[in-house]
């Protein structure tokens, strides 16, 4: 059973980053910047953030991070995008999400410039996706599994996939992004009947459910490669994905942790690179 | 086999709407207006803008036609369209499709106030379909067909639908659509391979391909539901669906012409009175 090393594959993009920043460097440019808005103290956000400004100081790239209050309002923050939507040495930024209740995402997301939402999540890249426009920025989490898969040399274009999940950062810009590249994508959720009909036969399980445990021994077929988005915190402190195979063994398989989710990152930082050159 | 009658329906929400509108009139209000714009003249297009101004007639709404020449630059048009934009007795416009090279389609349609952008493709209603933001307006086509399997007492919640197509105006805002209510959606299109295997056990088949007899015995089964979105003009200047079937029978198909083609035009006006509604 082959392991879709995600871990492995952000070290190698890092380096390859790191290469290619550093020849802009040295022909006199500033590095790739990159601003994490944060609202709130939200440990888990707390965790991610410090992933990616990890991640942007292994690669010869600026993270700066922009932290407000929980009880900010949205203009204080929307002030903020606008100056940095100006702000000509900041060549990408991202809203950490989730964001608490009180401020409206959409509008925050689409407040910012569409050729530095490195996240790809507000109207104009996600009307890109929808449209096949090749201009647009693909969500990062959509990004970093396709690059997983290819990377691997697992083919996409005529592949039979089905995503498990409809949210707009995985199940549905994922969905999206595989039909562009040819494949075929059935987009299953939690109202989905018989999930097993449509896993067992599937090329490529991608599930993002965060659900443990839903994708067992009955639901897979040798010879598919399965991609698992979950990430689902156990009661012992420890993480969780979304497959668990007791006894049966598949093509291959991406590990939680150590699949996807670094995967996130490194493609976070592949958006914001292609940004940088086209500003 | 039931036959989804689209002319019979929209005839129904013709009566309904414009019942709804005369009692808006009567207590002062004035009618919904739509403006269509028009660039060059294709006949196709032509024909389409009749139906629409005939049907905006029969229901006691206004449609004026901005017919520009096929030349004209983007700038004049979007001229217009921010003078549309600021008009209070305009509810909603369009732009009537396909449109000649030169000019940028998803620009043109961004320039659209989303709350006046009934055909509902412009980025921000995209983006809400995506999310799933119930104040968005659904594309026409997929609204006339989900409101022709509704209106037919068929239920979509739970069910294995199968979509053929992949255009923003179809494909994409229909699976998208369907997935918000609950269906299990595949997108099929001309890069998927064994087509039969996802038809054979939907229970719903879409099919938006433009081949005629894509859908054929070989791909259907009994007590499935088939709506046609194809529209082919043949030799002899008749136009045909998607679907030949010769010896088989379903549990219900909608028919070229008098299916989906009518539901589009009735669904543009259901569009048009929920934004006059809003207005």
Sequence with gaps: MKILDGRKLKSEIATSLKNEI??????????????????????????????KMNFAE?????????????????DIVVAKIKELNLDNSVHGMIVQLP?????DLPNILNEIKPEKDVDGLGA??????????????IPATARGIITLLEKNDIEIAGKNITVIGRSLLVGKSLSLSLINKNA????????????????????????AAGKPGIINDDMVSENQI?????ITKTEDGNICGDVKLDKKTV?????????VGQMTVASLFLNLFDTYKNQ
Tied chains: 1, 2.
Excluded: M, W
């Design 22 to 51: 550093d020849s802009f460097v040295n022909n006199g440019k500033n590095c790739p910047k990159l601003v994490i808005i944060q609202i709130g103290d939200n440990p888990v956000s707390n965790i991610y953030i410090k992933q």
């Design 58 to 74: 292994q690669i010869g790239a600026k993270a700066v991070l922009e932290k407000f209050d929980e009880k900010v309002s949205s």
């Design 99 to 103: 964001l608490s209740a009180h401020i």
């Design 124 to 137: 104009i890249n996600i009307h890109k996706l929808v449209r096949d426009d090749k201009t647009g920025i």
């Design 184 to 207: 075929t994508v059935t987009t299953c959720h939690s109202k989905t009947k018989n999930l097993f009909q449509f896993t067992k036969n599937a090329d490529i399980i991608i599930s």
């Design 226 to 230: 399965i991609v698992d988005v979950g």
């Design 251 to 259: 093509a291959a398989i991406s590990p939680v942790p150590g699949g």
